[in-house]
Nanobody, 123 residues
Framework: QVQLVESGGGLVQPGGSLRLSCSAS????????MAWYRQAPGKQRDLVAG???????NYADSVKDRFTISRDNAKNTVYLQMNGLKSEDTAVYYC?????????????????WGQGTLVTVSS
């Protein structure tokens, strides 16, 4: 079993910054794509930013030029640096990883989600 553990959420004032971290642990051969999603109350879960194993990144239009996703493959960790936070960034942020692991005695492409970390932007 692979688990993702997120940290770094909290309360921040508009214009402030936060850095989210997400580390994978467990039996994994290789982590491929990693990403951050977010879900505001009453809304669907949306992609915020993604990063491939080769560091190709993509961002939602609403966070471009404010958020930066990065990863450390040696630590199986992905980060999300969030600057210029706005009230509309308030949401639960979820980490995602696509990886190669063992399931039912076979090597497979698998997916795992973190438990979520709350980011609240308010004065």
């Amino acid at each position: 079993q692979v688990q993702l553990v997120e940290s770094g959420g909290g309360l921040v004032q508009p214009g402030g910054s936060l850095r989210l971290s997400c580390s994978a642990s467990g039996s994994v051969f290789r982590i491929n794509d990693m990403a951050w999603y977010r879900q505001a109350p009453g809304k669907q879960r949306d992609l915020v930013a993604g990063i491939s194993r080769g560091d190709t990144t993509n961002y939602a239009d609403s966070v471009k030029d404010r958020f930066t996703i990065s990863r450390d493959n040696a630590k199986n960790t992905v980060y999300l640096q969030m600057n210029g936070l706005k009230s509309e960034d308030t949401a639960v942020y979820y980490c995602y990883a696509g990886y190669i692991g063992i399931s039912n005695s076979a090597v497979r492409r698998l997916e795992v989600w973190g438990q979520g970390t709350l980011v609240t932007v308010s004065s």
